[in-house]
């Protein structure tokens, strides 16, 4: 499918006023009525092919077990092709998708003002886009250089633990031997330090023995002492008993205070519960008008609701019958029905346009 490459600002700018694209004054590149019609209705022809050529298309749809559609089915049954992958079906799917939208905003703008910059900032953005991902292209290939580089270091620095190890073996065994000394030499020390021991053990004993004297006088004291600590008990206890006596009647006194306020606390407490149960019916009686309000609510957001799906409803149908209006104006154009049908001329004026074409096939 090919079509007129549009002229852009630059050839504009160099064709006269004789050309039949005129560059306006803004700089934007505009065509005259007769190419604007021409190229609205190539780009329209356009877009049928793609509309139908999405139609037809093979799709790669998603993965249901034990599902297929027909078209793909058939698509890569069929006899002397190989089938597509599913990634490549998606993405001439997309090229077509995004190819339908630009011709379809292109030609909207051909039609309103007989400009084709849509087109122009498509490419422009598409260029930006392969740009875009060559520099990705190279960011990898530098992050390829530098993983390389990254795996030499880490290999000399494998190299330099190794040597490293080695060298620690060798600390390893010399402190191994460093230990054996060492173990003969806390054995010595050992038996130095047991005989020490036994010196002092016995100098101990020789000390527990003074000891045990100066504790069996001191036994002798503590004796004298508990008889008199038994003489002062005797004292306190009398004098407990006493107090015992006099905490019993302050307990009698206050037993009948508690049993005075426990009354008055009762007779405070229903006074509560009838208050908390009037409470509680005004709460009920409010929960109920809550409820009833709620439903009010409710109602009107639904109405609400159906209101505003009947006139997206309304906004759906308004875009459908612009569109078909387009489509069957367009089938007009091409056909040359109605309002856009050819003026009859008079027969010499046929038989000159005879020998034009006439003219035109020598050519």
């Known amino acids: 499918m090919h079509t007129q490459r549009p002229t852009m600002d630059g050839e504009a700018a160099s064709r006269g006023p004789g050309g039949r694209v005129a560059a306006p004054p803004g700089g934007q590149t505009r065509l005259s009525p007769v190419d604007a019609l021409c190229v609205s209705l190539i780009l329209e022809d356009c877009l049928h092919q793609l509309e139908i050529l999405g139609c037809i298309a093979p799709c790669a749809p998603a993965k249901i077990p034990g599902i297929r559609t027909s078209t793909d089915q058939e698509f890569r049954d069929a006899p ?7 990634d490549t079906l998606r993405k001439v799917q997309a090229d077509r998708r995004f190819a339908e939208a630009v011709i379809a905003e292109t030609l909207q703008e ?15 953005s598409e260029k930006e886009k392969r740009d875009a991902h060559d520099a990705a292209i190279a960011r990898e290939e530098e992050a390829r250089k530098r993983v ?6 880490i290999y000399d620095l494998k190299k330099e633990k190794e040597n490293e190890l080695q060298r620690l073996e060798e600390e390893i065994t010399t402190l191994k031997d460093e230990l054996q000394e060492a173990k003969a030499r806390s054995a010595m020390e050992g038996r130095y330090a047991r005989r020490m021991a036994q010196a002092r053990l016995s100098q101990a004993a020789r000390r527990r023995e003074h000891v045990e004297l100066a504790l069996r006088d001191e036994v002798q004291t503590l004796g004298s002492e508990l008889d008199n600590e038994n003489r002062v008990h005797m004292d306190i206890d009398t004098f407990l008993r006493r107090h015992y006596a006099d905490l019993s009647e302050q307990l009698e006194f206050w037993m009948e205070k508690y049993d005075h306020d426990l009354e008055a606390k009762q007779q405070e407490l229903n006074n509560l519960k009838a208050t908390h149960a009037s409470d509680l019916a005004h709460l009920q009686d409010l929960a109920r008008q809550y409820s009833e309000f709620e439903a009010v609510v409710i109602e009107d ?8 799906k009947r006139l997206e409803q309304e906004e759906l149908e308004l875009r459908c019958t612009v569109k078909i209006q387009a489509w069957w104006r367009g089938v007009m154009v091409r056909r040359g029905l109605g309002q856009y049908k050819a003026p009859k001329k008079a027969k010499k004026g046929k038989k000159g346009k005879k020998a034009k074409k006439g003219g035109k096939k020598k050519k």
């Open 80 to 86: 002397g092709q190989d089938p597509i992958p599913s």
């Open 110 to 124: 051909v039609r309103a003002g007989g400009t084709f910059q849509s087109l122009l900032s498509a490419v422009a």
């Open 148 to 153: 390389a580089a990254l795996q030499k270091e």
């Open 301 to 308: 957001r639904l109405e609400r609701e159906a209101e505003r």
